[in-house]
């Protein structure tokens, strides 16, 4: 067994990567850009990296690997599941909060036996039947936003359209203004992208998420009305209400964990549609395939990567890890393993064995994947019925964000009625 100490890792945030295997880094700008030819190389000469960098962790590239390690809680904590380690001073406030009012962001930092009832508490909201009462709202909304750029003959499919999508819908689900979507993506880009590397920015944008959470509770105490803030306030768990710290914790994990991950979800696909020209002509002759375009887009593209500390020493092939190191959950990688899936590095479009794992796997599994995936479908199918066709402007003027969530964050599109 290692006796190496996490705590005596030295920053080497910005040095140039000599050796991916023992100094990997998320963050780096090529691999942001395009990761799989670094787990491809990974996967042949050391299948669990290591780093320093980022408060280091391991990084699995393989999908038995990563499988297993999702299905390893609590040994794999999710106390602390973001990639990228807040700064000390917020890690004693987490200590300190955690301490006094349990977990920060149930369930996605709880572990077992927390976990489980505060996700039997959301799931019902986001079931295949929840869901689909929320598909007419979203696609007004989809029809909206093209009608709004149609004339002018371009847009931007990454701000202008997948970015403007899930907000509004995960407000109009959690009960709060859909107005107020540039606010909610503003704080959840405040937490997720800028926040990951700005410990001040990451503060700011809690403090105005739970601040805000705060206000909604205060006005539905007395009057509470029929959606998922009122439910949550009168839910119990284990005979007892929760408390406000809960309801804004659960509410904070719905609102982030439900624009970050869809908007980047719907805007590599239609990046990807914008500048490949076969699976564009593909799904307009083929609307049929949609459905399995998506499982494949999501395959592909998965956005999201978690964390998990080790709590007791826990080997994974050579990999010896100790209490207290981070391990990174790299569902993405996983889903182009050549050995469970063929031809992992292309896009097949009706793609018939897909067994991915963008949504996770183990207790932790997404709760929001019903939703996610009627979002895709809508979003797609607007787009696809009322565009006669589209292509990326300048492929290279593509910016993509990376560390817990990777997605497309402009893609200016030449668009035809
Ligand atoms: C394409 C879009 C999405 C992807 C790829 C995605 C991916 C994931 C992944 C990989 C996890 C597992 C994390 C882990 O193992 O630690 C997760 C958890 C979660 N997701 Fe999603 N997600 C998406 C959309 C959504 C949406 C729309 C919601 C709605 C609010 C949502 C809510 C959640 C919640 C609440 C959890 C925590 C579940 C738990 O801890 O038991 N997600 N998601």
Known sequence: MSDRDPSDMSPREGCPVHDWATDFDVMDEGYIKDPAPVW??????????HTTRWGGAWLPTKYDDVREMARAAPTLSNRSPGVIPPAPEMRELLIAEVKEFGSELPPISADPPEHKPYKQLILPLFSPKAVEEYRAFTENLANELIDKHIASGK???????AQQIPPRVIAYIIGIDPGRADDFTDWTRGIIELGQTDPEARMKYRRLIRDFFQEMIEERRDNPRDDAISKLMAAEIN??????????????????AGIDTTWSSIGSALWHFGTHEDDRKRLYAE?????????ELLRYYSPV????????????GEADMVPGEKVIMNFPAANRDPDVFDRPDEVVLDRERNRHIAFGVGIHRCAGS???????????RVWFNRIGEFEVTDPDAV??????VRGVRTAPMRIKA
């Not at 847009?155 to 359209?161: G, H």
């Not at 005979?239 to 609102?255: M, R």
């Not at 019903?370 to 797609?380: F, G, P, T, Y």
């Open 287 to 295: 609307p049929e395939i949609l459905p399995t375009a998506v499982e």
């Open 155 to 161: 847009m931007d499919a990454a701000v202008d359209y």
């Open 239 to 256: 005979g007892e209400k929760l408390s406000d710290y809960s309801v804004i914790g659960v509410c904070f994990l719905l609102l982030v």
């Open 370 to 380: 019903n939703l996610a995936r009627m979002e895709m479908d809508v979003a797609l």
């Open 40 to 49: 491809e190389e990974l996967r042949d000469k050391c299948p669990i990296a």
């Open 399 to 404: 910016r993509w964000t990376g560390g817990q």
């Open 305 to 316: 990567v978690m964390a998990r500390r080790v709590l007791d020493p826990i080997k994974f």
